[in-house]
């Protein structure tokens, strides 16, 4: 009996499973070809996807990548999606919101109880063939206590990165990943795979006991929850991603014209891809099922709870009505029934005599105040952009101070012709001409704080703040106008790098040298720039330095000689010690300073995923070129030539000195100017490098050549008798 009972247990069960999977069948056969195979293990496969096994009909035959490879030799089957650097497993496809859910690796970075490296992984790729990464539904996120990571876009379009550290695991808090124990960031969009890096400080010495690995890994949002349990963990296992899908590369308008290719089947829609590239088909209002196979129409009269009528439900194609029957008062799509057609009139005509009085009321007083209203938009703008905080910053300062002019919006609108596209010649951070983006109110003081700073500078190799606007949305900033682009565009350009010769680098590094030894040494309050880098010096027509970019500077208090902020600069060109102890000092200046310095002799960026990692951080491999008597080998081919082997040499110490790890063994900015300077002379400069030096002294003598455009938008040059009186065009300040 009791055998009985438990062979009668199985059978019932077996027979509840094997309903549950031809539900499961039936569910997922709707949504695919007839004859084709619907499931692969746990996954349905909606048309236009299909496996390698169906046939060509079963799938977009002339996409590859709706290709999905069933590998039935596990149980259950697992379906993976083929890609050019492996096989990744497909957990989900979904029709509706065109979104594809796989399994990644995440990159590690473990070590044992000797401090040693035990994993492999400390790098990852992942490279897709036609499907971006969803920049709304995914993370880049990286745990542990000595972390630093990196993503590398794919086609090495742009790379970020963040960095957590922490000493203690009562530091780090649960369920958060607020950069303690665990850091985030956002994924752009068009990226279509990825290299990430990890590495430790520390080879994780300082937290062994409770964190052994750090991790690293692009991650669907909400799919990992943070816990300090975890730190002590040598495993982390596979993540969730999200990847958009949509069909070729073609929009909606360029692939109607083409009707033998056009995917959408009847009753869809179709509307192009917001990451990427190609067009997505979806079902009209009131029909159900695949696109690409055809919709049908929804029964809404099946289906009471979802779908409510009063009346008699009558069903059409696209939607339903219900009749209410004695009445004559159908209403489509919705299940209410009015049972009184002279109330309802009477209603009608209520609201609509309401409607007519209050626009009528509303019309009069947008007439009546329009005029205040522009004006009070004006105020609100001032403000929002900082107004009252640059007014209160510039009342305390010095009154030897220069001024800086605060120009309305009808002058700026007046010079640039209404701020036509023609007289664009640059964007920035803080900068925008004509179309105006969202502006991140929360950088509102980074802006006031470039305005102050530049205005109480006075150094021929500092570009110009002429004056800012406040009155417009979108706050700007107008500088004098430098024409010749970035020192890193003339560093790392083959095509512009050979016309820097030994003597013009020299030149400019002693430039900006003095500069920063101004801004320390020389400026009525000390100030420290914050983030040195090639990218933010601009050179003009003459080869000469103009430093820019004061967003990040900070004034240094003449009773102090550090600041506590939160760390701010530029990979590569970081402080380590301020990286580590969030002390911002002049001698984080000095290091930023000596990794130009090298990109000077090397012609190398400050930090490339392209070359080894031995050779990733260029501070680094230079400081153990040097070491190993190996400076020649990386030194630019244009300096090499050029034989003044001693010279390099010279400058070359002097660099490695900048980029001590301890700041206290570098030397002052003011003790680099002066070094350099004598390096410089002793380069004896002649023919066209003296003559451009030679014109810069005479245009600082006879005041600043350039061109300018009044107020009238009239185009000059020459040399203004004072700079009030014109108005220069609006560029960006570097970034």
């Not at 070094?675 to 002793?682: C, I, R, S, W, Y």
Request: aromatic share 8%; glycine share 8%; charged share 20%.
């Amino acid at each position: 009996m009791v055998i009985y009972k438990l062979l009668l247990k199985v059978v019932v069960l077996g027979a509840l499973l094997g309903s549950y999977q031809s539900r499961i069948t039936e569910a997922a056969d709707s949504m695919t070809k007839r004859g084709c195979q619907s499931v692969c293990g746990n996954l349905s496969i909606p048309y236009p996807f299909g496996t390698r096994d169906s046939g060509s009909d079963c799938r977009i035959n002339h996409f590859d990548t709706f290709t999905i490879d069933c590998d039935n030799s596990t149980g259950p089957p697992i379906p993976n999606m083929e890609t050019k650097s492996s096989n990744i497993e497909i957990l989900n496809i979904s029709i509706t919101d065109h979104e594809m859910r796989v399994k990644v690796f995440p990159a590690q970075d473990c070590y044992n109880t000797a401090g040693r490296k035990c994993s492999s992984s400390k790098s990852l790729s992942l490279t897709l063939a036609d499907f971006p990464i969803s920049s709304t539904k995914n993370k880049f996120i990286a745990t542990g206590c000595d972390t630093s990571a990196f993503f590398l876009d794919r086609n090495e379009k742009y790379a970020f990165g963040c960095m957590s550290l922490c000493s203690n695991k009562l530091d780090v808090s649960n369920g958060s990943c607020s950069g303690i124990g665990c850091c985030e960031t956002s994924i752009p969009r068009g990226s279509f795979g990825y290299n990430i890096s990890i590495n430790g400080f520390y080879n994780h010495t300082k937290v062994l006991t409770f964190n052994p690995c750090s991790f690293a890994s692009v991650t669907e949002n909400g799919s990992y929850n943070f816990s300090f349990s975890g730190l002590d963990k040598h495993e982390f296992t596979k993540s969730t991603l999200v990847l958009d899908w949509a069909i070729g590369n073609q929009t909606c308008v360029e692939v109607k014209k083409n009707t033998t290719s056009y995917m959408c089947a009847n009753n869809t829609m179709c509307t192009n891809a917001e990451n990427g590239s190609g067009y997505k088909c979806s079902c009209k209002v009131g029909y159900q099922g695949n696109p690409y196979l055809g919709c049908q129409d929804i029964d809404e009269c099946a289906d009471q709870k979802k779908y409510p009528c009063e009346g008699k439900c009558l069903n059409f194609n696209g939607g339903y009505e219900c009749s209410c029957s004695n009445h004559g008062d159908d209403k489509k799509g919705s299940g209410k029934c009015i049972h009184n057609s002279l109330h309802l009139m009477k209603i009608l005509v209520g609201v609509a005599g309401a409607i007519l009085a209050l626009l009528l009321s509303i019309g009069f007083l947008y007439l009546g105040h329009k005029k205040m209203k522009l004006i009070k938009l004006k105020e609100q703008y001032f403000k929002q952009n900082g107004g009252l905080l640059l007014q209160q910053q510039l009342d305390g300062l010095d009154r030897t101070t220069k001024a800086v002019k605060i120009f309305s919006a009808e002058e700026l609108k007046k010079a640039t012709n209404n701020y036509s596209e023609s007289n664009i010649v640059g964007r920035g951070g803080y900068v925008a001409i004509k179309k105006s983006k969202l502006v991140d109110r929360n950088q509102i003081e980074q802006f006031i704080n470039e305005v102050i700073i530049l205005s109480q500078i006075n150094h021929r190799n500092v570009v110009k703040l002429l004056g800012c606007c406040l009155e417009t949305y979108v706050p700007l900033l107008v500088y004098e106008f430098i024409n010749n682009g970035t020192l890193f565009d003339h560093i790392h350009n083959p095509n512009k790098s050979s016309k820097l010769s030994w003597k013009i680098r020299l030149r400019i590094a002693s430039e900006i040298a003095g500069v920063l030894s101004y801004l320390h040494s020389a400026a009525s309050i000390p100030i420290i720039h914050r983030d040195v880098k090639s990218a933010n010096i601009l050179l003009d027509a003459n080869y000469i330095a103009k430093v820019s970019d004061f967003g990040a500077s900070r004034l240094v208090p003449l009773d102090q000689t550090q600041l506590f902020t939160l760390v701010q600069g530029t990979w590569g060109y970081l402080d380590p010690e301020y990286l580590q102890t969030s002390q911002l000092t002049e001698k984080s200046d000095v290091y930023s300073f000596g990794v130009m310095l090298v990109e000077l002799l090397t012609g190398k960026k400050a930090l490339s995923f392209d070359r080894s990692e031995e050779e990733r951080n260029l501070a680094m491999y230079f400081l153990s070129s040097l070491e190993n008597n190996k400076l020649l080998r990386i030194v630019e081919d244009v300096i090499a030539d050029e034989g003044i082997i001693e010279q390099v040499r010279e400058v070359s110490n002097l660099a490695k000195r900048c980029l001590a790890i301890k700041g206290e063994e570098r030397p002052t900015m003011k003790e680099v100017a002066i070094e350099l300077e004598g390096l410089k002379a002793m380069a004896n400069l002649t023919g066209d490098d003296n003559m451009d030096v030679n014109q810069e002294e005479m245009a600082h003598l006879l005041g600043e050549k350039t061109v300018y455009m009044d107020i009238s938008g009239t185009m000059n040059s020459g040399y203004p008798d004072t700079m009030e009186e014109h108005l220069m065009p609006i560029v960006s300040s570097g970034r």
